[in-house]
């Protein structure tokens, strides 16, 4: 019987797959940080579906003061809902009639708070960016982008945008919109970025296209009405989504940074040399 069992083992330890080895771009256990409760909104929708979005307070923090005094005020429970879906372009919410009023001591009109002094980035890409002298990273996990001592959150897919109208306008905050095609880098620097859909974000690019111009919905029905918008700090404990960023200040982020720039494997035959900031967006993950 021993010999049996020796012998199963044996053939076990000879049949099974060798540990993947650690790659220089893995990251440790140390380099994963919370992202803090006050930074995560959530937006429900009637249907169910929910989708969370990470606030960039330090870029944006007129606005973002406002998108807290309207979650505080439980300004997107009634009457607000998704309503435009253009088709590889954005999703936007708010209210559709723009007729009702603001929270107590929301600013109408904030500074245009579209870029900011800089940079603050710990880490970059290799090659120039289309559409900036640079596109980096900043500790924190956000991407960036700038040219000389300034900088600015670009439009990627999934980041979140206030809508306005023609300057003066730099929008409250209550009405926003996220990016869910091709990057539209060309609004960079001309509507307040105030934070990224981190989850949920599959429940917003799968909505219906409007059929209206620039796709809005052209009648109350199609549009999805939000339900609620909390903050995670405001939700019973037990009841808080948690996320954690990854920092960018290691030699474990710059390779992979160059992970991104030079994809590996037997189906890469030709090494890209870059990356667009929009193809190598900083992780973010569900806390384990």
């Known amino acids: 019987m021993l010999n049996f ?73 009634a009457g607000t809902s998704v309503y435009r879906l253009q088709d590889n372009y954005v999703a936007q919410w708010g209210d559709a009639t723009e007729k009702k009023p603001l929270a107590a001591g929301v600013v109408e009109t904030p500074p245009a708070e579209y870029s900011h002094a800089g940079p603050t980035t710990v880490a970059r890409l290799a090659q120039r960016d289309p559409y900036a002298e640079w596109a980096g990273y900043s500790r924190d996990g956000w991407p960036l982008a700038g040219n000389g001592a300034t900088e600015w959150l670009p439009h990627c897919y999934g980041m979140v945008g206030v809508a306005r ?7 409250s905050g209550a009405e926003l919109y996220t990016v869910i095609g091709h990057s539209p880098r060309a609004l960079d620097r001309n509507i307040a970025v105030v934070g990224r859909v981190i989850d949920g974000i599959e429940w917003l690019s799968s909505l219906p296209r409007g059929t209206g111009d620039l796709g809005f919905y052209t009648t109350a029905g199609e549009r999805s009405p939000i339900v609620s918008a909390r903050l995670a700090s405001a939700l019973p404990a037990a009841a808080r989504p948690h996320f954690e960023y990854r920092r960018a200040d290691n030699p474990r982020f710059i390779a992979w940074i160059a992970s991104r720039e030079n994809r590996s494997g037997p189906f890469f035959t030709v090494p890209a040399g870059g990356a667009d900031i929009c193809a190598a967006l900083p992780p973010v993950r569900k806390a384990p």
């Open 5 to 77: 069992l020796l012998a199963a083992a044996l053939a076990q330890a000879v049949s099974a797959p060798p540990a993947a080895a650690a790659l220089p771009s893995d990251p440790l256990p140390a380099d994963w940080v919370a992202v803090p409760d006050d930074e995560l909104l959530v937006f429900t929708l009637a249907n169910g579906h929910s989708f969370t979005v990470r606030l960039a307070s330090r870029y944006a923090p007129v606005h973002v003061a406002n998108i807290r005094k309207l979650a505080a005020a439980r300004w997107w429970d």
């Open 165 to 171: 109208d023609l300057a003066p306008s730099t929008g």
